[in-house]
């Protein structure tokens, strides 16, 4: 049998922006899935999203309500939501509560209830909420563990056959995972997690089980809004680009004779580590890259975190740089990502959003340090991985991308980042004080390049009123990278005859 | 919620009246008051259940009885019903339908604010599709 003989499985639209992406394009039409997690986590406002993007009048969808939130609450709170469709309500999407049947009568009268009205109404999407608490109900009554098991397989039978695709809601712990007939029965298992850290809530999502297709693994964040779920894929809207650019020329910093330092200028795809102690000139660089590029006709994006756009722009004219024309233009963006309780992941999606809304060839994030203060604490434990995961996905697609981070000076050694993200920049450049003759000098290297060779040269500099400005190689001096160097003594002359 | 009592009060005296000129059918409450809120019964315990619809009812009979003291008398059960009207005969005069109507405008208004207008329009037409007709009840697309 070849590929062109299997089941196409449709797949529908969840109405959560990044959802589709984590299950692998969305749910598959006609399975039977749990959402599951802990109260207030956002399971009944999942369903609901689902719902308003799928319910149709000819293919509705049957809300059915049991012991759990009252509809009457329910309906009132999830009106706040834009979602919420009005036009929608009694047409294409219905209310049923089946409390008094889950009280009054047993697992059969239940299933009877379900069954009648899907035969009724012929609807697309069906979700019971809260799921739980049927459950509840019949241990409590005494029913065998294979009653319930049989009322499980017997729902998801029906429903499957009737061409529904089924949600049925529940608060679970994780460690009802094994062995419960719910989660064996279903095609997928959607898990929503929520913990306060500190004076943040953090709160992710994972697709434990899906039936049929691949779903990017893993925690993936997610924000209630008052638009509704937003999830952050890690994938950030990058799949499928695995294939590195192929464009192999050199982009100039604005610097020329830090390019001729750098053998030509930053390879295309690169990315570029400027690190070096307060006060050295790193964002001075880092303006002087972008200011470049835009000379250049390219379209460039700076995310900042220290400073806000206008003052940075202030800053980019006072070094004789026209930014605010060029954010004008829409070549460049200046994004200031500094909310409370911002997600790595959410950060992130921004700056992708943007950069592939520019088109952008070089991004400048200024700077780490400022990066991660911004995050809520409980996703700073993730700002490593997540700045790997995003630095890999935009220079694949041939993002030049230069960050700055500030390190702390040390006399007795080079730091390169405090970070210990090296590993993830392919050219390092370090700037670093040196004192000289009673005198705080600047000094600049090239620490590291992956795309081939470079100077090896320290280079004193200067910020001057028009960006630095490299000078000679300091020449006379050893122990230079220590900040501390000693006159070097002259070299040796010609032997003189014995 | 822009909610409109007038049309609220139209709506409600559309069913009051719809309810005073129907047949009486055996084992039906008489009383138009009981029929109108009966027929509301069918969707809104469908939606939130008969101990929802009971909790509404109650309210909107509370609120009621402020301005209409003939309802004094009433009590809403368990499962929802209106208990408490004269046995007989049938009151149908205008002071007895004009409390009904407060009542029904009560619940109806209770209604919306919780679910909204355009579900509160919806369901009521389920059982009064006379109300698409009527000048005085808004169009799903207007405000109640």
């Given at each position: 049998?070849?590929?062109?003989?299997?089941?196409?499985?449709?797949?529908?639209?969840?109405?959560?922006?990044?959802?589709?992406?984590?299950?692998?394009?969305?749910?598959?039409?006609?399975?039977?899935?749990?959402?599951?997690?802990?109260?207030?986590?956002?399971?009944?406002?999942?369903?609901?999203?689902?719902?308003?993007?799928?319910?149709?009048?000819?293919?509705?969808?049957?809300?059915?309500?049991?012991?759990?939130?009252?509809?009457?609450?329910?309906?009132?709170?999830?009106?706040?939501?834009?979602?919420?469709?009005?036009?929608?309500?009694?047409?294409?999407?219905?209310?049923?509560?089946?409390?008094?049947?889950?009280?009054?009568?047993?697992?059969?009268?239940?299933?009877?209830?379900?069954?009648?009205?899907?035969?009724?109404?012929?609807?697309?999407?069906?979700?019971?909420?809260?799921?739980?608490?049927?459950?509840?109900?019949?241990?409590?009554?005494?029913?065998?563990?294979?009653?319930?098991?049989?009322?499980?397989?017997?729902?998801?039978?029906?429903?499957?056959?009737?061409?529904?695709?089924?949600?049925?809601?529940?608060?679970?712990?994780?460690?009802?995972?094994?062995?419960?007939?719910?989660?064996?029965?279903?095609?997928?298992?959607?898990?929503?997690?929520?913990?306060?850290?500190?004076?943040?809530?953090?709160?992710?999502?994972?697709?434990?089980?899906?039936?049929?297709?691949?779903?990017?693994?893993?925690?993936?964040?997610?924000?209630?809004?008052?638009?509704?779920?937003?999830?952050?894929?890690?994938?950030?809207?990058?799949?499928?680009?695995?294939?590195?650019?192929?464009?192999?020329?050199?982009?100039?910093?604005?610097?020329?004779?830090?390019?001729?330092?750098?053998?030509?200028?930053?390879?295309?795809?690169?990315?570029?580590?400027?690190?070096?102690?307060?006060?050295?000139?790193?964002?001075?660089?880092?303006?002087?890259?972008?200011?470049?590029?835009?000379?250049?006709?390219?379209?460039?994006?700076?995310?900042?975190?220290?400073?806000?756009?206008?003052?940075?722009?202030?800053?980019?004219?006072?070094?004789?740089?026209?930014?605010?024309?060029?954010?004008?233009?829409?070549?460049?963006?200046?994004?200031?990502?500094?909310?409370?309780?911002?997600?790595?992941?959410?950060?992130?999606?921004?700056?992708?959003?943007?950069?592939?809304?520019?088109?952008?060839?070089?991004?400048?994030?200024?700077?780490?340090?400022?990066?991660?203060?911004?995050?809520?604490?409980?996703?700073?434990?993730?700002?490593?991985?997540?700045?790997?995961?995003?630095?890999?996905?935009?220079?694949?697609?041939?993002?030049?991308?230069?960050?700055?981070?500030?390190?702390?000076?040390?006399?007795?050694?080079?730091?390169?980042?405090?970070?210990?993200?090296?590993?993830?920049?392919?050219?390092?450049?370090?700037?670093?004080?040196?004192?000289?003759?009673?005198?705080?000098?600047?000094?600049?290297?090239?620490?590291?390049?992956?795309?081939?060779?470079?100077?090896?040269?320290?280079?004193?500099?200067?910020?001057?009123?028009?960006?630095?400005?490299?000078?000679?190689?300091?020449?006379?001096?050893?122990?230079?990278?220590?900040?501390?160097?000693?006159?070097?003594?002259?070299?040796?002359?010609?032997?003189?005859?014995? | 919620?822009?909610?409109?009592?007038?049309?609220?009060?139209?709506?409600?005296?559309?069913?009051?009246?719809?309810?005073?000129?129907?047949?009486?059918?055996?084992?039906?409450?008489?009383?138009?008051?009981?029929?109108?809120?009966?027929?509301?019964?069918?969707?809104?315990?469908?939606?939130?259940?008969?101990?929802?619809?009971?909790?509404?009812?109650?309210?909107?009979?509370?609120?009621?009885?402020?301005?209409?003291?003939l309802l004094e008398a009433l009590h809403v059960q368990p499962n929802g019903s209106l208990t408490g009207f004269p046995?007989?005969?049938?009151?149908?005069?205008?002071?007895?339908?004009?409390?009904?109507?407060?009542?029904?405008?009560?619940?109806?208004?209770?209604?919306?604010?919780?679910?909204?207008?355009?579900?509160?329009?919806?369901?009521?037409?389920?059982?009064?599709?006379?109300?698409?007709?009527?000048?005085?009840?808004?169009?799903?697309?207007?405000?109640?």
């Amino acid at each position: 049998m070849n590929r062109q003989d299997t089941v196409n499985i449709r797949k529908l639209k969840t109405g959560v922006p990044g959802l589709d992406e984590i299950l692998g394009g969305g749910l598959p039409e006609f399975s039977f899935n749990i959402i599951a997690g802990a109260p207030g986590g956002g399971k009944t406002t999942l369903a609901h999203q689902i719902v308003f993007a799928n319910a149709t009048p000819e293919r509705p969808a049957l809300f059915f309500t049991v012991l759990g939130e009252p509809a009457l609450k329910m309906l009132r709170y999830q009106q706040q939501f834009e979602f919420f469709d009005q036009a929608k309500l009694n047409t294409a999407i219905r209310f049923i509560n089946l409390s008094s049947v889950v009280l009054e009568q047993d697992l059969g009268a239940v299933l009877a209830a379900i069954v009648k009205e899907v035969e009724a109404t012929n609807p697309g999407i069906v979700v019971v909420d809260s799921f739980r608490t049927v459950v509840r109900k019949v241990q409590s009554a005494g029913a065998a563990d294979t009653e319930l098991q049989g009322f499980i397989q017997r729902l998801a039978l029906h429903l499957t056959s009737w061409q529904a695709t089924t949600f049925l809601i529940g608060e679970y712990v994780e460690a009802e995972v094994r062995d419960n007939p719910v989660f064996t029965v279903a095609d997928g298992l959607f898990w929503l997690f929520q913990h306060v850290e500190r004076n943040s809530i953090v709160r992710k999502m994972q697709v434990m089980k899906l039936r049929g297709q691949a779903s990017v693994p893993g925690l993936h964040t997610f924000r209630i809004t008052e638009a509704g779920l937003q999830a952050f894929p890690r994938t950030f809207g990058l799949t499928g680009r695995d294939e590195r650019t192929t464009d192999d020329r050199r982009l100039s910093t604005g610097i020329p004779d830090l390019d001729v330092m750098l053998n030509g200028g930053i390879p295309v795809g690169d990315s570029v580590l400027v690190a070096g102690p307060s006060g050295t000139g790193k964002s001075v660089l880092a303006t002087q890259f972008i200011s470049e590029g835009l000379r250049q006709g390219e379209s460039a994006i700076v995310a900042v975190f220290e400073e806000r756009p206008q003052e940075y722009a202030t800053r980019a004219s006072s070094l004789g740089m026209d930014f605010e024309g060029a954010q004008k233009d829409g070549s460049l963006s200046i994004l200031y990502l500094r909310p409370l309780d911002l997600s790595v992941d959410e950060t992130v999606r921004e700056i992708i959003d943007e950069v592939k809304a520019k088109g952008a060839k070089r991004l400048v994030i200024d700077s780490l340090a400022g990066f991660e203060m911004a995050l809520a604490p409980g996703f700073r434990t993730d700002f490593r991985e997540s700045l790997y995961r995003m630095i890999g996905a935009l220079t694949r697609i041939g993002v030049t991308i230069l960050t700055t981070v500030e390190v702390e000076e040390s006399f007795t050694e080079l730091l390169y980042s405090t970070y210990s993200i090296s590993f993830l920049s392919d050219d390092i450049i370090r700037l670093r004080y040196v004192e000289i003759d009673g005198q705080l000098r600047k000094v600049l290297m090239i620490v590291k390049m992956r795309g081939g060779d470079h100077s090896k040269d320290i280079r004193e500099y200067e910020v001057t009123p028009v960006g630095l400005q490299v000078r000679d190689r300091l020449r006379g001096y050893r122990g230079l990278v220590t900040g501390v160097p000693e006159i070097a003594p002259p070299p040796p002359g010609p032997a003189e005859p014995v | 919620m822009s909610t409109s009592p007038s049309a609220i009060h139209a709506l409600a005296r559309l069913l009051i009246s719809e309810a005073a000129a129907q047949s009486e059918a055996p084992g039906t409450d008489p009383n138009p008051t009981a029929r109108a809120c009966a027929r509301l019964a069918t969707p809104l315990i469908k939606l939130v259940g008969e101990t929802g619809f009971a909790s509404l009812l109650s309210r909107a009979l509370s609120i009621a009885k402020r301005q209409a003291p003939l309802l004094e008398a009433l009590h809403v059960q368990p499962n929802g019903s209106l208990t408490g009207f004269p046995q007989t005969p049938v009151d149908t005069t205008a002071s007895t339908l004009d409390a009904g109507t407060i009542l029904v405008s009560e619940l109806l208004g209770l209604l919306g604010m919780f679910v909204g207008e355009s579900l509160t329009l919806s369901l009521v037409r389920e059982v009064c599709p006379s109300a698409w007709s009527n000048a005085d009840v808004p169009s799903t697309k207007e405000s109640l």
